[in-house]
């Protein structure tokens, strides 16, 4: 998640003027709360959410739907050719992102995020019982060293570190065994019954990569995750790569970006908005104890623009505030 370096200077800069209650903010105990337009926060802690829907007040969702997730605050779509419905949420929807740790199911939210290969079966499966939709997390531009498969990756198509990231190095996506180690992640996603993917540095072209990637490179390669997650049935989110929204809003079924507040970069995920496709957002703090302050400024700008918005930790542990 190379993004992640430079939005530090943002956040701090973000945040100055204010900070909350260190007792209202515990990372790591699935504390959770949400933030008002207005800039009022209130922080609580999740217990078990009540009955299974996951609503978000104010949603619809599309009846008749075929695809593999609808629950209330989702629609499906589909391609004009007939192809089958994938799961497409609506902007506003409520979720959670956490890729460390034990995942907290107790929040009541309608989707949540979480790693492809670290959360065991059972959570999922409590997940779906509880109504949820699960989005599964997996890095398709970047080679991770302690991963299952990483052995599989060829050394050639192994690029420059990303910097901050011990044991990560950018990927060449050209390389045809890369595209076939992406297709088995995805059939994973499939037989852990995920219902979309959250494929992570697909905007390599515009890092230090190693390798002589350019904006065709990167169009193709992300088109090429998108039509193979559709093939199996998954929905699939761009997850920032904002230089390239306009090209290829119509082939991805919702967004995740991080930090475009700091970036002030928001308005590149209009398209997806404009075509009913939510935007998860996300803008990260140090400490706990920061979000608060953060949240009054972050809030009233992305809830205007329809994001679904949290106050994360960089390391993305349970703890969350949401803008309401």
């Known amino acids: 998640m190379p993004r992640r370096w430079w939005g530090l200077v943002g956040v701090v800069a973000l945040a100055i003027g204010g900070c909350g209650d260190d007792s209202n903010a515990t990372p790591g105990t699935g504390a959770t709360g949400t933030v008002s337009t207005g800039g009022s926060v209130e922080v609580t802690t999740t217990g078990a959410p009540s009955g299974s829907s996951g609503q978000v007040?104010?949603?619809?969702?599309?009846?008749?739907?075929?695809?593999?997730?609808?629950p209330d605050g989702t629609s499906s779509s589909s391609s004009s050719g007939g192809d089958p419905e994938f799961w497409?949420?609506?902007?506003?929807?409520?979720?959670?992102?956490?890729?460390?740790?034990?995942?907290?199911?107790?929040?009541?939210?309608?989707?949540?995020?979480?790693?492809l290969f670290d959360v065991p079966q059972e959570t999922i499966d409590?997940?779906?019982a509880d109504g949820r939709v699960v989005i599964c997390y997996f890095s398709a531009g970047s080679y991770e060293q302690w991963r299952e498969d990483a052995d599989q990756f060829p050394a050639a198509a192994i690029g420059d570190p990303l910097d901050g990231w011990p044991g990560e190095a950018w990927l060449d996506h050209r390389d045809p065994t890369i595209?076939?180690?992406?297709?088995?992640?995805?059939?994973?996603?499939?037989?852990?019954?995920?219902?979309?993917?959250e494929p992570d540095n697909v905007d390599g072209y515009t890092n230090p990569t190693g390798f002589d990637l350019g904006a065709a490179d990167q169009l193709d390669y992300?088109?090429?995750?998108?039509?193979?997650?559709?093939?199996?049935?998954?929905?699939?989110?761009?997850?920032?790569?904002?230089?390239?929204?306009a090209e290829l809003v119509d082939d991805f079924d919702w967004a995740l970006n991080e930090e475009c507040v700091s970036y002030r970069e928001c308005g590149t995920k209009s398209p997806f908005i404009q075509?009913?496709?939510?935007?998860?957002?996300?803008?990260?703090?140090?400490?706990?104890?920061?979000?608060p302050g953060l949240a009054e400024q972050v809030?009233?700008?992305?809830?205007?623009?329809?994001?679904?918005?949290?106050?994360?930790?960089?390391?993305?542990?349970?703890?969350?505030?949401?803008?309401?």
Request: aromatic share 6%.
């Open 222 to 245: 992300n088109r090429f995750l998108a039509a193979e997650a559709h093939a199996r049935g998954l929905s699939i989110g761009l997850k920032n790569d904002v230089d390239q929204v």
């Open 179 to 197: 595209r076939t180690i992406m297709q088995a992640r995805l059939d994973l996603a499939v037989t852990k019954d995920c219902d979309a993917v």
């Open 57 to 70: 007040e104010g949603s619809s969702t599309t009846s008749g739907s075929s695809s593999r997730a609808d």
């Open 275 to 291: 075509q009913g496709k939510a935007v998860f957002h996300v803008e990260y703090v140090d400490d706990p104890a920061e979000g």
């Open 88 to 115: 497409q949420p609506e902007p506003g929807i409520s979720w959670q992102w956490q890729l460390v740790g034990t995942v907290d199911t107790s929040i009541d939210v309608a989707v949540y995020d979480i790693d």
């Open 299 to 324: 809030c009233p700008q992305t809830t205007g623009l329809g994001f679904s918005t949290l106050i994360k930790e960089w390391d993305l542990t349970p703890w969350r505030l949401a803008c309401d």
């Open 126 to 128: 409590a997940l779906h």
